[in-house]
Structure formats: C-alpha cells, structure tokens
C-alpha cells in the first residue's frame, strides 16, 4: 500500500542577517592625500586601528560564513544521502499535495508545461496569502495564535515526519523494528527536539535538530513536487523572496518594522544562528539589557512556519488511507494551511552606530533561517534525484549554493541589513543543475567516448 | 544556550528540570543532562548549587544506565527470537524484513 502522506510541513523563515557591530570600513584613505608630506605617526595610527576595524569586519565575515557553510553543507548531505539510498523519497506514488493539483504524467509536452505552471502559481498564491495572513495576526498582535501554529507546527514535524523517515530507513536496511522500541525512540527524538528549540537546549544540540528538520522537510517537498513544478517554484520563490525582503511594501519587511517599532521581539524564532542565541531562545527577557541585547532583540525573527498540509488530491483515488473527514480535521484542528515560503526572511535595519557589545564576539553571528535552508536541500536533493549524471550535477548544485551563500554573506556585510537569502544560491543552483544536467554531461559523455582526457 | 551566561541558580533549576523531565520515559533527555551539566557539576571550582547539580547529573546518569540496560535486553530478545514467535512477534513488529529469517 502507499504511504500516507504527511500531513503539514512547518518552515521557517530564512533570510541572512548579521549580528556584528557595525563597523564602517573605512578604506585606507587617509594617506594618499598627504601628498609630499612625510606621514606623521598620528595618521599612521589612525590607519592602523582603521585596519584593524576592517580586519574584524572581514574576520567576523569569513569566520562566520565557515560556520554557516558547515551546517548548510550538512542538511545537504543528509538530504543527498537519504535520496540515493532510500528509495522511497524518490518513488513516485502518485500522490501529490493539494497545492499542486495538476499532474505531470501528461500525454504533450505542453500539456506538462501548463500544469507546471498552474501548480507553481496556486503554491505561490497560498504562499503569499500565508505571509499577509502571518502579517495580520502580527499586527493584530495575536501572538498567541502564531505560538501555537509555530508550536504545532514543529510537533508535527518532529515526531510524524521523522517516524515516517524512520519507517523508510528501517523498510531500506531490512531491519526488524518493534513497536515499543519505535515508540521511545520516537518519543524520546521528539520531546527532546521540543525542548531543545523551544525552550532551551545545549546549543549543538539545537542546531542539530533545526539541520534535520529542515533536511525533512526538504525531503517531503523532493517526494511531493513533480519535477517541472519544483524547479519552476524554485525560481518562482526567490524572486518573491526578493521581494517580499526588500520591496517597501513587502510583507516580510513590513513585519519586521512593525517588530521595530514595538521594539520587541517577533516570536520565538526557527533560526539556525551560527553562534549562541540565547538572547532569542530566553523565555525571560526582563534580563538586564545591554545595548546590544535590546537590539539584538528584535533581531531574531523568523516568521512562523508554515504548515503545509499535504492532504493528496481529492479526486486521486489513491488518498494513502485519509479520508475527506479526516482531511477536513486537520485542516480545522491547524489552521489554514500555510505557506511555506513566508518563512524566510526578515529585513531588518542594523542601527548606524552600535556601542560594542561587552559580551565576547562569539555572542554575535550570522543567522540563517530554515527556510533557506530547506530550499537549498531541496535544491540539490532533486538534482541527485533526477540528474541523470551522477555525481557531477550534485556537486556542481552544491558548489552553486556555496557560492552564492557567501555572496549573500559578503553583501550583508556590505549593507548590513537582513538580505534574502535564496535569490542568489537559487539563481546559481539552477543554472548550473540545467547547464550540467544539457552541456556538461553529453560533453564529458562525448570525451569519454573518444577517449579524449582533458 | 549558553550556560556561561547564565547565573548558577539558573542553571541548577535548569539541570533540575531536565533530571524531572527525564522521568517520562526520556532517557535521552537524561544523557543530555549528564553531557551538558558535566562540566559545570564536576569540573568547575566549587560554588553553592555544585552540590546538588552533582546529585542530578549522577542520578541522571543512573537512570540512563537503567533505560540502556533495559533497552539493550528488550532489542537482543526481540531480534534474536522474533522469528520463532510467531504471530506473536508480527504483531511486535513495526518493520518485518524480508527473506528468511
């Protein structure tokens, strides 16, 4: 029989932005104009400390995007791992979620590029209702609303997304499991993920758990989106991540001033912060408040996840086991389901001048949110999914990613604001996966054949 | 979470709500108490709550050593005498694998 479809999937905001203080780099200008005169030790100090503030700015640069490539790289490869080895992830069953009706198992090529299309605008039309509906209850201050969706939301991911994983991975290695096992194993995966990103947790720990909730939604997003579909909602979502970050009238930017104004924090957040984010993930935040800690504040968003629920298509007579009734439940008992993409980023205005911060600068770094993460897995899982090069097409989605990650990180240190976060990978990602997938491949076939090494 | 940041009540109440918390069946949340309070309980210069963390991290540790003792036992017997069970051991099973056993 087929596996049941998973319900809901939460996300996470994404978006890139920076903690450092501002230090404007001032350039080594000082100097030339001196012109004809000897420089006098003052100027050469002056310099020297300008170096040095360069120097931090840059050293907090690179050593911040080491430590986000390490996890980036990690969902990846978990999300390549699962693909190539277990099966199912992969395996077409014929259910598709309710956001992409249309199938893509049609008779023309036309036909298949129409549905494409029709299934990338309904996912990207709820998306974006998502985020308004997201910004309304925000502004509505209904917090408790968007706590308990973003609560619910994880839970459902935790513990039904990950026991379905697990069932996958045991059905994979032929292994016999029983149910009291599973059950702990589950139990104990899920409390402690609970604890560890809503609470607090050791801070391994919780960035571990937001690397393999995102490789497990990127893995329903893989098995679930036909393939024209996820490739066209690819490209569709970067440019509205662009946007939604970056437009005036964004809604993504409108939150984030709105939670400046208010000079609060948004929600507790599903960001993944390359260093230690315990000014977010505090439930007390009448701690004493330095500078730093105030603005740091309203700096940790992310906006709710959202909770798509993948219920398959009505009329698809293979509805893996959920009838309509139970369907409608859900529906009722999560809320309208929500969009992915709202998840990502915030946009948010560093102050000018920032006093430093006395805490050490391991306190501050750059935060990336799920969401990004979830697409650029999603990304590369798909190309190791359908690439009919190997390894080659992979690797070469992967480095696209990389790359443009640390464009967006060298940009952010350039403005330092909140910048979105995909446009660039994506962009990257998928003109190198069509440009290997159509050149590179019948090029190196066509070397191989000849027996010609370059 | 950092727990340098953090003021040593604080952190005592913390171990002390993951040492309860672990009584739900969660022997993971009890290894996490012993990695992560390990230093502070044991290896830090001696302050007022060290005492009593020590006590949670060390109990922590003893149930966790009971859940994998327990575990241990339940996962040998049930993988070496699920074939012979029978019905009794498809009902058991989450995942039954393929070929003879």
């Keep these: 029989g087929s596996s049941s479809s998973p319900r809901a999937h939460p996300e996470t905001t994404g ?51 080491i430590m986000l490539f390490v996890p980036v790289t990690l969902c990846m490869v978990v999300v390549v791992a699962t693909i190539k080895s277990v099966g199912f992830y992969t395996k ?68 039904f997304f990950s026991y379905i994983y697990l069932k996958e991975v045991f059905k994979t290695y032929n292994v016999a499991m029983d149910y009291f ?37 990127a893995l329903v997003f893989i098995k679930y989106l036909p ?19 970056l437009c005036p009238k964004g809604p993504l930017r409108i939150l984030v001033e709105t939670a400046q104004e208010r000079n609060e924090p948004i929600f507790p ?41 993948p219920a398959p298509a009505s009329p698809s007579p293979d509805d893996g086991g959920f009838t309509s009734t139970w ?4 529906q009722h008992q999560l809320g309208p389901l929500q969009s992915t993409e709202e998840t990502r980023r915030e946009i948010q205005q ?30 590369v899982g798909k190309a190791s999914a359908t690439a009919s090069e190997d390894w080659n097409t992979t690797l070469a989605c992967f480095v696209a990613i990389l790359i443009g990650l640390c464009l967006t990180l060298l940009l952010l240190a350039i403005f330092k604001k909140a910048l979105p976060a995909l446009p660039i990978s994506i962009f990257f990602g998928l003109v190198f996966y069509f440009a290997t997938d159509n050149l590179v491949r019948p090029f190196m076939d066509k070397l191989a054949l000849h027996q010609f090494y370059v | 979470m950092n727990l340098e940041r953090l003021p040593n009540e604080e952190k005592l109440g913390l171990c002390r709500k993951y040492y309860l918390c672990g009584f739900a069946c969660l022997p993971f949340l009890w290894l996490v ?33 009971f859940w994998f003792t327990v575990l241990t036992t339940w996962i040998t017997i049930f993988q070496h005498f699920r074939a012979q069970w029978g019905a009794v051991g498809d009902y058991l099973s989450f995942t039954i694998p393929l070929g003879t056993p």
Aim: glycine share 6%.
């Design chain 1, 269 to 309: 957040a599903l960001i993944y912060s390359s260093t230690m984010v315990w000014l977010v993930n505090m439930a007390d935040i009448e701690r004493p408040n330095r500078n730093s800690a105030e603005v740091g504040l309203p700096q940790q968003n992310t906006h709710g996840e959202a909770v798509a629920s």
């Design chain 1, 327 to 330: 369907i409608n439940q859900q």
């Design chain 1, 350 to 379: 560093m102050p000018s001048a920032r006093p430093p911060v006395e805490d050490d600068d391991e306190e501050r770094g750059v935060k990336l949110g799920l969401g990004d993460f979830i697409f650029y897995s999603m990304l």
């Design chain 1, 227 to 245: 393939e024209w579909t996820a490739w066209l909602i690819l490209a569709v979502i970067s440019v509205y991540d662009l946007l939604a970050v």
């Design chain 1, 92 to 159: 077409n069953d014929g259910q598709r979620l309710i956001y992409t009706p249309f199938p893509e198992e049609t008779d023309t090529v036309a036909q298949r590029a129409v549905n494409s299309i029709l299934n990338a605008t309904i996912m990207i039309t709820v998306i974006i209702v998502m985020t308004l509906v997201l910004v309304l209850l925000y502004k509505y201050r209904c917090y408790k609303v968007i706590q308990g969706w973003l609560f619910l939301s994880s839970l459902l991911l935790l513990f």
């Design chain 1, 181 to 217: 096992t599973l059950a702990i194993i589950v139990w104990n995966f899920g409390v402690v993920g609970m604890m560890c990103i809503h609470w607090k947790g050791p801070l391994r720990l919780q960035q571990a758990y937001l690397i393999m909730i995102s490789a497990l939604m």
């Design chain 2, 33 to 65: 108490n012993v990695v992560w309070f390990f230093r502070e309980a044991f290896r830090k210069p001696a302050y007022t709550e060290q005492t009593q963390m020590k006590t949670y991290v060390k109990r922590s540790a003893l149930g966790l050593l």
């Design chain 1, 15 to 65: 978006g890139v932005w920076d903690e450092t203080p501002v230090q404007r780099s001032r350039g080594n200008d000082s100097s030339p104009e001196q012109n004809g005169q000897a420089p006098t030790a003052h100027p050469q100090v002056v310099e020297n400390e300008e170096d040095e503030d360069e120097e931090m700015t840059l050293k907090y640069g690179a050593k911040h995007v």
